[in-house]
Every structure is written in C-alpha cells, then in structure tokens.
C-alpha cells in the first residue's frame, strides 16, 4: 500500500519561511509526477507546485517566485521551501504522487500552514 507522510507545516509570522516534505513508500513502480495541492477553509482544494520525474516544474501564479519544489527520485521525496508566506498562504497542504505505470494518484493526510502574526 503506497502512503505519503508530510512534515514541516506549523505557524509562521508574515514574511516567514517554512519547508514542507513529503515521503512516498510502499510501490515498486517510479514516481511520474509530485507535487503540492492546499485547500484554504471554504474553498476549493488548489494546485499550489508540481514536478516531474525529468524536474520540469509548474506553480500556482499566487506562488511564483515565493515557493520552490524539488524532489529526490532516488528517495521518493519531494519538497516545498515557502518563503515570504502570506497570511492568504494559510491552508491544509497535501502532498500527491502519480504513478504512471499504475495510472494512480496516491494522497497524504495533510498538514496545517498557519500564516498569521
């Protein structure tokens, strides 16, 4: 059974910094795809960061140039530095792996950024 444990979320002042990660185990098939989604209370989960397997990246227009994510092929993780957070950043953040060789889409129990003074 594939699982995705995060670490890293917590509260954080405007203008903090914090760096989430996110460990997949449990296949023995390659990860294609990684990558961040967050949904803030009331509204609708959103893509926040996603990579590949070849590192191409992709952000949320709300995030570039504030947020990186990277990854490790070879250890399954993949993580993301938040910098200069905004209290609109404030959200549950889920990590997400897609295996393409299984057309699967594996999620992690989410974790709780709280950007306020």
């Known amino acids: 059974q594939v699982q995705l444990v995060e670490t890293g979320g917590g509260l954080v002042q405007p203008g903090g910094s914090l760096r989430l990660s996110c460990a997949a185990s449990?296949?023995?098939?390659?990860?294609?795809?990684m990558g961040w989604y967050r949904q803030a209370p009331g509204k609708q989960r959103e893509l926040v960061a996603v990579?590949?397997?070849?590192?191409?990246?992709n952000y949320a227009d709300s995030v570039k140039g504030r947020f990186t994510i990277s990854r490790d092929n070879a250890k399954n993780t993949v993580a993301l530095q938040m910098n200069a957070l905004k209290p609109e950043d404030t959200a549950v953040y889920y990590c997400?792996?897609?295996?393409?060789?299984?057309?699967?889409?594996?999620w992690g129990q989410g974790t709780q950024v709280t950007v306020s003074s």
């Open positions: 990579i590949t397997s070849g590192g191409s990246t």
């Open positions: 449990g296949s023995i098939f390659s990860i294609h795809t």
């Open positions: 997400y792996a897609y295996y393409i060789a299984t057309l699967k889409t594996y």
